[in-house]
């Protein structure tokens, strides 16, 4: 049996996906910016797409910038506030302690550049509090940046209650929503974002293609240089495959997000109750405010490098966190920052379904999980002298 359940590092590409992408590497592949009638039916497609992936977050097509994913946009977004920011007088930046890499570097970027950075905290649910934003906004507090939902450990965050506080005080609110794009409702007006940041490989579409929105009236950084694509935002020639084949698998995931999310998060539980019964486990995350899919679980006694490749030798395909960071010795920045102390930050498992999963899948990973723990721990000098009181169990 070979059990995919790491869509959170990248989902297989739709049906629909494919489908609709094919026609514009097979046929019309003209360049958009052509004047002559093959080129302007690769235009017509883009700004078809434009509109459908702007319908899907509330947004108007006009504030959809296409970009070569999450990172990217994530990048043009907090540089372009940070752009205004500068220009006011305001050079603090408020984020959090979970955020994804790609705004974590470049929040660390322009601290070198002459701003502060305010990252808040995240309790053991690994949620930030909402009066904690609101405190530490201060007058010179330019953007406010926190995650839709966390990649490692699934949490949602209070995202409306954050813009409402942003938009109350004119600050920029940017959200990287990578994670919740397709799987959650956004309504990027009714939650008062004003940038927000997307990648198609997270919901059945193809790797290298994303998109920023971005309210209008902000005034973008361009990152690329070279041409007027993009409204002059971002040079170079569009991905037209991809943009089309990202429109049409955001389109079919939230169109069937509630049927979707309802499966998912049963397994999920039904996954979360069965790896709870394992000894010194603990999930990581709010058991409730968490993405349909994730399950993160921290085992004591254990490395997770090994409890990986053990279950990709049971056929089950899994993480110990974000993807972007697998090769790392270093535990996850995310479980220390919920309280995980290192030995046990390191024993730890992502697992993140997909569409179609099965109950019989789900109960072969709880097998599987239970009896690699027990394997892993049978050798472990530190889980011998745990047990054998020469150490204290934390979990």
């Not at 395909?317 to 995980?340: E, F, K, Q, W």
């Amino acid at each position: 049996m070979r059990i995919y359940a790491d869509n959170a590092a990248t989902t297989r590409m739709s049906r629909t996906a494919i489908d609709a992408m094919m026609p514009f590497i097979e046929e019309y592949y003209g360049n958009p910016s052509s004047l002559y009638a093959f080129g302007q039916q690769a235009r017509e497609a883009v700004e078809e797409a434009r509109a459908t992936v702007a319908g899907c977050i509330g947004a108007d097509p006009r504030e959809i910038i296409f970009t070569s994913g999450g990172s990217e946009a994530d990048n043009q977004a907090i540089l372009s506030a940070a752009a205004i920011g500068r220009k006011a007088g305001k050079l603090h930046i408020i984020s959090d302690q979970i955020e994804h890499h790609a705004v974590l570097h470049t929040l660390k970027k322009l601290e070198k550049e002459g701003f502060s950075v305010t990252y808040l905290p995240v309790g053991t649910d690994g949620i930030v509090r909402v009066e904690d934003v609101e405190a530490a906004i201060t007058e010179n507090t330019c953007l406010v940046t926190i995650m839709y939902a966390n990649n490692e450990i699934g949490t949602i965050q209070p995202i409306r209650e954050i813009g409402e506080i942003c938009r109350k005080k004119n600050i920029l609110f940017h959200t990287d929503a990578v994670q919740a794009v397709g799987h959650l409702p956004i309504d990027v007006n009714a939650e008062s974002i004003d940038m927000l940041s997307a990648s198609a490989h997270k919901f059945h579409g193809p790797k290298g293609v994303g998109f920023l929105y971005a309210k209008k009236g902000l005034k973008l950084v361009n990152l690329i240089e070279g041409g007027a694509q993009e409204r002059g935002k971002r040079a170079g020639t569009e991905n037209v495959p991809g943009i089309v084949a990202m429109a049409a698998a955001l389109k079919e995931s939230v169109g069937h997000m509630e049927e979707t999310a309802k499966a998912v998060a049963a397994l999920r539980d039904r996954l979360i109750a069965g790896l709870s019964e394992i000894p010194h486990s603990a999930l990581n995350g709010d058991a409730v405010k968490r993405l349909p899919s994730n399950v993160s679980f921290c085992f004591e006694g254990i490395e997770g490098e090994s409890l990986l490749l053990l279950l990709d030798d049971k056929g089950i395909c899994a993480s110990s966190g974000s993807a972007c960071t697998s090769g790392s010795l270093d535990p996850s920045h995310v479980l220390l920052a919920i309280g995980r102390v290192h030995d046990v930050a390191h024993g730890s498992l992502r697992l993140t379904l997909g569409d179609g999963a099965t109950e019989e899948e789900a109960d072969y990973i709880i097998r599987s999980v239970k009896e690699v723990v027990d394997y892993l721990r049978g050798f472990s000098p530190v889980w011998r002298d745990l047990c054998n009181g020469k150490g204290t169990f934390i979990l």
